[in-house]
């Protein structure tokens, strides 16, 4: 998912994902010793590279006493038990993206996000663009994977189905019926997409942190020398 001449861009495909890629800058070498940032993981950490998320899981496992007490009294359900123990496994670190990247200026060559930045406000989603920017070295890459709105307005306008295409937006969140459910709410707050982009709007937010080179890859394709074991079609 890596950059060929500014302004380019290759369709997806994927029906309803795209992928983004930016360079901070153009002419400059890529650094062989790379330092790489997967931001949002969740289960999907990528193999030799530094790996964040900001759920409530990853905080949790730092603290493995609470986690068995939580998990006695139901507010841990199994699935996010397990994603708790894959942490701690996996050695995935904590990082809230709404603040600043815990790397100094111009010290990273990669930063990749996939499912990620939809969660975030728009204020939020700039900021991590432009902290982005901050921490890459010249050269740099940015790659981003979210939900083609494009896409899915295109199989709305086909099935017609409105409750289907809204509940395939994620904004949406069920009220808490149990007390378990409303301390989880709590505790873990909402989940759910705050944002949907098409081509054109996060071409523009990129562009406006700064990022040159802005355009859309085909799954499994990229211009990361060595990518390594991201996966590219995530």
């Not at 983004?20 to 949002?40: D, H, I, L, Q």
């Amino acid at each position: 998912s890596r950059p060929p001449t500014s302004g380019t861009k290759t369709t997806s495909t994927r029906s309803v994902h795209f992928v983004w890629t930016g360079n901070k800058e153009t002419g400059e070498k890529y650094a062989a010793r790379a330092r790489r940032a997967n931001f949002g993981c969740g289960m999907t950490p990528t193999p030799g590279w530094e790996n964040f998320d900001n759920s409530l899981s990853i905080r949790l496992a730092q603290v493995p006493a609470l986690v068995r007490v939580a998990t006695r009294l139901g507010l841990i359900d199994p699935k996010r038990r397990a994603f708790i123990d894959f942490a701690m496994s996996n050695r995935i670190k904590s990082a809230d993206v709404r603040k600043p990247l815990p790397f100094a200026s111009e010290s990273m060559d990669v930063i990749y996000a996939s499912h990620m930045v939809e969660h975030l406000d728009r204020p939020s989603a700039r900021y991590f663009a432009e902290e982005s920017l901050r921490v890459l070295a010249p050269g740099g890459y940015i790659r981003l994977a979210v939900p083609d709105l494009a896409a899915k307005l295109e199989e709305y306008r086909v099935s017609g189905d409105a409750d289907g295409f809204v509940g395939s937006l994620h904004m949406n969140m069920d009220l808490p019926r149990t007390w378990q459910q409303s301390v989880r709410e709590r505790l873990v707050s909402f989940r759910g997409h705050r944002w949907m982009y098409d081509e054109a709007s996060l071409t523009k937010l990129l562009i406006e942190a700064g990022f040159t080179q802005v355009h859309r890859v085909a799954p499994g394709e990229t211009g990361i020398p060595e990518p390594g074991e991201l996966d590219l079609f995530e």
